[in-house]
């Protein structure tokens, strides 16, 4: 989960380590967030986790993120510190 604008928004990804890739779970407000209830095992979950399955499956298909060149990577981390 990551909190954004003080709190303010929520963010939770979901990642998959093993293939480099992370599946965004939500994004909304912390009241809609607070809001949520979908259990393990409840309907509601069962529906969150067929549609994030969906939505991993599509994106996979036509919007593929490759693995970063590392070099490049970290050129490019380097480089956002100012460390160029």
Do not use: W
Request: net charge negative.
């Amino acid at each position: 989960m990551f909190n954004i604008a003080g709190n303010k928004y929520r963010l939770i990804v979901k990642f998959n380590y093993p293939y480099r890739v992370g599946y965004v779970r939500f994004v909304g407000t912390q009241k809609q967030y607070d809001e949520i209830d979908a259990e393990h095992g409840s309907r509601e979950g069962d529906e969150l986790d067929v549609l994030a399955t969906l939505v991993a499956a599509y994106e996979q298909k036509y919007f593929p993120i490759e693995s970063p060149d590392p070099i490049e990577f970290i050129k490019n981390a380097m480089e956002l510190k100012g460390l160029d």
